[in-house]
């Protein structure tokens, strides 16, 4: 499975942005698509994760009411519209990609890793 994310950019305070991923090769082993996001000296967290058939979605607890992860099964992509984004959302974002079924929060759950895109907020 490759994955491919996009969308990443500057954006101010309180502005918003649309990152995609588009998933190709074996995607059918996929279950799950997530978005983990990673700033220098940290370690990479979970932001939000959505089910390929279902459409269930879990989402961290800092993003909830801001980020939106929604997808397109029939085209492969996955999106995390990012609203009232803030400063401490700067991060490199990565699309995951998990055979699990349900959505997992844990880092460690998923399988596939696309490239990462860099979202910087300014204040």
């Known amino acids: 499975v490759q994955l491919q994310a996009s969308g990443g950019g500057l954006v101010q305070a309180g502005g918003s942005l649309r990152l995609s991923c588009a998933a190709s090769?074996?995607?059918?082993?996929?279950?799950?698509m997530g978005w983990c996001r990673q700033t220098p000296g940290k370690e990479r967290e979970f932001v939000a994760a959505?089910?390929?058939?279902?459409?269930?979605?879990s989402y961290a607890d800092s993003v909830k009411g801001r980020f939106t992860i929604s997808r397109i099964n029939a085209k492969n992509l996955v999106y995390l519209q990012m609203n009232s984004l803030k400063p401490e959302d700067t991060a490199v974002y990565y699309c995951?990609?998990?055979?699990?079924?349900?959505?997992?929060?844990?880092?460690?759950?998923?399988?596939?890793w696309g490239q990462g895109t860099l979202v910087t907020v300014s204040s």
């Open positions: 995951a990609g998990s055979r699990a079924f349900a959505a997992s929060t844990a880092i460690a759950g998923y399988d596939y």
């Open positions: 090769g074996r995607t059918f082993s996929t279950n799950t």
């Open positions: 959505i089910n390929w058939r279902g459409g269930s979605t």
